[in-house]
């Protein structure tokens, strides 16, 4: 099988690589330097064969390990198995230190890269040999029992260093996952304050703009007949009037959305007296239960939820009174805004001006609180009904 894969630079490979191929020729010397060593005949030729097996294992390992290969298991079983029989066998010839590194290469590498299960088989498999060869060969338990031990000893730290490396991967994992979540929460919460923010343009506008187009209306309709100049006149100074207070009440949203708006009672007067004045159609509010401060999103709603109920009274039932309640419960707000339903038009086209955006917007505004938005009806009254836990 041929493998390939791509390369993957490791930090300080050069070194790495350099260490690696130092050390081999480390343990090829040392192997070398004792009895019987390096030879053409006997037990310097099994000594010649193990090593050329186990460098080709060790130079297998030490390229494959820096590529990001799909056979990894392969490309570390072929050469771990080639170090750990290898040197096995060299421990039964000549109990050395350097078979023990040889083997001990392979072991580790296994213990590291390789499942658990199939790392345990090589070593066992090592020790196998090992014994195997010590039974056949030179029978020196002794030298056996350390080289098995100090073997064993290299595969559990190999085991401790794949845990490391796992824990390592894992921290990385869940550090993305965090950062993966942190930047969704960002995301939603900006999605969040661009809603609000439309919420409020929408609201600030139908209700400003709406009421400014029902002077011009009336004004143009008066100058057209060429009637009523003064009265005509007075609705342009109202238009103008409008605007100017759409203004402080764009001023006002942002004071609510920076947490600094005047009590609620006061805000809802307020508005109550300008339906008086715009519409010229009476406006009550009645507030019932102990008033006390409110969150600062539920008094926004409460009072959005009037505006548009006022706002909508003018533009689809001109003419009609309008009735605003407000009870304060112990837990929860409740706001009602009634109008009879109109039966006649003023010729306006009011009506017509909307995108239907405005009561969508408020239900919105309830939910997100958990709260409840019910308009529609009956036989003779159009009623909002606003629910709000508080
Ligand atoms: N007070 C009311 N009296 C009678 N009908 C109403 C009243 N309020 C709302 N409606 C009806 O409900 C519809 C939806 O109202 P909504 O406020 O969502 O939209 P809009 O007022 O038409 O437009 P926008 O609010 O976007 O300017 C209106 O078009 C109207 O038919
Ligand atoms: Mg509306």
Not at 13 to 36: D, E, F, K, M, S
Not at 113 to 122: C, D, R
Request: proline letters at 5%; hydrophobic letters at 45%; glycine letters at 10%.
């Amino acid at each position: 099988m041929i493998v390939t894969g791509q390369w993957v630079p490791r930090r300080w490979w050069p070194v790495r690589l350099g260490a690696n191929l130092a050390g081999l020729g480390g343990i090829v010397y040392g192997i070398n330097a004792r009895t019987p060593g390096l030879g053409l005949h006997g037990q310097a030729l099994a000594v010649l064969i193990c090593v050329v097996v186990a460098c080709l294992g060790w130079l297998v390992r030490t390229v494959t390990v820096y590529l990001d290969n799909q056979h990894r298991t392969l490309t570390t079983t072929a050469p771990s198995g080639a170090l750990v029989t290898a040197g096995g066998l060299l421990m039964s010839i000549a109990p050395m230190p350097p078979a023990l590194a040889l083997a001990g290469v392979g072991a580790f590498t296994a213990a590291v890269e390789l499942t658990p299960a199939l790392a345990t088989t090589l070593t066992a498999a090592g020790v196998l040999v090992a014994a195997v060869g010590t039974a056949t060969i030179n029978h020196q338990w002794v030298a056996f029992a350390g080289y098995s031990g100090g073997f064993v000893a290299i595969t559990l730290a190999g085991f401790n260093r794949r845990q490391y490396k796992q824990r390592l991967v894992q921290a990385e994992q869940l550090l993305t996952q965090t950062r993966i979540a942190a930047d969704a929460d960002t995301r939603a919460a900006a999605l969040d304050e661009r809603t609000r923010i439309a919420r409020d343009i929408h609201d600030v506008l139908a209700h400003s703009l709406g009421a400014v187009a029902v002077q011009l209306d009336a004004a143009d309709a008066l100058l057209e007949a060429d009637t009523d100049t003064p009265r005509a006149r007075h609705h342009v100074q109202r238009a103008r009037h409008l605007a100017v207070d759409g203004l402080t009440e764009t001023r006002r949203a942002i004071g609510a959305l920076r947490n600094d708006a005047p009590p609620l009672g006061d805000q809802l007067s307020a508005l109550v007296a300008d339906h008086y004045n715009d519409a010229a159609t009476p406006a009550t509010l009645t507030i019932f239960g102990e008033p006390r401060p409110l969150p600062v999103n539920a008094a926004l709603t409460i009072y959005r939820t009037a505006q548009e109920g006022l706002s909508n009274a003018r533009k689809h039932a001109p003419g009609q009174p309008v009735t605003l309640h407000v009870h304060y419960h112990h837990d929860n707000v409740a706001v009602t805004i009634i109008n009879p339903t109109s039966t006649t038009t003023d010729g306006s086209t009011l009506g017509a001006t909307g995108g239907s955006y405005g009561l969508p917007g408020l239900a919105e505004r309830a939910t997100l609180l958990g709260g409840t938005l019910i308009a529609g009806q009956d036989a003779t009254n159009w009623s909002l009904q606003l629910w709000l836990p508080t």
